[in-house]
């Protein structure tokens, strides 16, 4: 089994939160959208590297995220954009695609990003602060980094797209898709799991979107990271191939 580089005190991007050998920042550009955007994150869910409410945070314009805490509810003023329709999206609330949509200028999102059980903690927090909807989702998850609970469950960013996709953002939507698309590829090289890797990306986007960006993530490195390694192993006295015997 290859061995995972993401361990406890590995050196990582600050905002795309994967050690520098496979930061994406800069394979794509921001993604842009008239809809409001928001994420109510669990706490536990912000150490969490795979988050992507942490990827809509870095990549979608004017996105917002609010941290979750039971001991310290947030109030509904800090989170509803004045003006917008708030939607709280939940599997069980009321269907996309039989509702009369309004202008998506008009709408804010509030996505629940955390566990499936965080998740049911969060919406009853928030549910009276707007309309439960729900959006049409199938197949399987393309969110390789966690175990899905059963069929039909999806990430929070896969939840995203489906509602651009719904209100017609088709260009938002297939960049964010990139993007979610590249964070899970690469996620899963830095976890050293070379062959799901490149079984993940046979079908996907990137591969014809992405390809220069793809080959320089993954063409072996040389220099000064491997000399960076050498120090701090030196350092914490695990090697002394410097040393004169």
Request: with cysteine; glycine share 8%; aromatic share 6%.
């Amino acid at each position: 089994m290859a061995r995972s580089v993401v361990l406890a005190g590995t050196v990582r991007c600050e905002r795309c939160q994967l050690p520098p050998r496979w930061c994406v920042c800069a394979g794509l550009g921001p993604v842009e959208s008239a809809l409001g955007v928001d994420v109510l994150m669990h706490h536990r869910e912000q150490w969490r590297p795979s988050s992507t409410g942490k990827l809509i945070e870095r990549v979608v314009s004017g996105s917002r995220t609010h941290l979750y805490q039971r001991e310290k509810p947030r109030e509904r003023v800090e989170l509803v954009r004045p003006g917008r329709e708030l939607w709280i999206l939940h599997p069980l609330g009321e269907p996309l695609d039989r509702m009369t949509l309004p202008p998506v200028g008009d709408v804010q999102v509030l996505l629940l990003d955390g566990s499936w059980g965080e998740a049911a903690e969060m919406v009853r927090a928030v549910e009276p602060w707007g309309r439960r909807v729900s959006v049409p989702m199938s197949g399987k998850s393309r969110y390789w980094l966690r175990e899905q609970q059963g069929d039909g469950k999806f990430s929070t960013v896969e939840a995203l797209l489906a509602i651009l996709a719904a209100l017609g953002q088709s260009e938002a939507e297939a960049q964010l898709r990139l993007h979610f698309e590249l964070h899970v590829y690469a996620s899963l090289l830095a976890r050293g799991r070379k062959w799901p890797a490149a079984e993940y990306l046979d079908t996907s986007p990137i591969k014809t979107a992405l390809p220069d960006f793809l080959r320089r993530l993954i063409e072996p490195r040389r220099g000064a990271p491997h000399v960076a390694r050498k120090a701090r192993l030196e350092a914490q006295g695990e090697t002394n191939a410097d040393e004169t015997p």
